[in-house]
Nanobody, 123 residues
């Protein structure tokens, strides 16, 4: 049974930073690309970043490029999302996902999801 567990969310002020973690079990973590998404109330789930299984490539959405950094530690079966210069518009539930089919930007293509972690940025 695959389990994906996000942590690290919370309430921060604009301009501050957070690091989210995503621990995965039940699959061979080092074989999977890992993606991060977020979903704000009333909006569709939005792609943020993806990191390939070997960490050879990382891709970002334009909205977070230069502020967010995705990384992974295969020895710990964990992916990370370092978020800097947070803005109120970054307020959302943040999700980690694995097992996509071809299009890493499309949340519908991912098979395994966590329950999400809330990030709230106050102005």
């Amino acid at each position: 049974q695959v389990q994906v567990l996000e942590s690290g969310g919370g309430l921060v002020q604009a301009g501050e930073s957070l690091r989210l973690s995503c621990e995965v079990s039940g699959l061979t973590f080092s074989h999977y690309d890992m993606g991060w998404f977020r979903q704000a109330p009333g909006k569709e789930r939005e792609f943020l970043a993806v990191i390939t299984w070997s960490d050879f490539n990382r891709y970002y959405a334009d909205s977070v490029s230069g502020r967010f950094i995705i990384s992974r530690d295969n020895a710990k079966n964990t992916a990370y999302l370092r978020m800097t210069r947070l803005e109120p518009e970054d307020t959302a539930v943040y999700y980690c996902a694995a097992g996509y089919d071809r299009d890493y930007r499309d949340f519908l293509k991912y098979k395994y999801w966590g329950q999400g972690t809330q990030v709230t940025v106050s102005s």
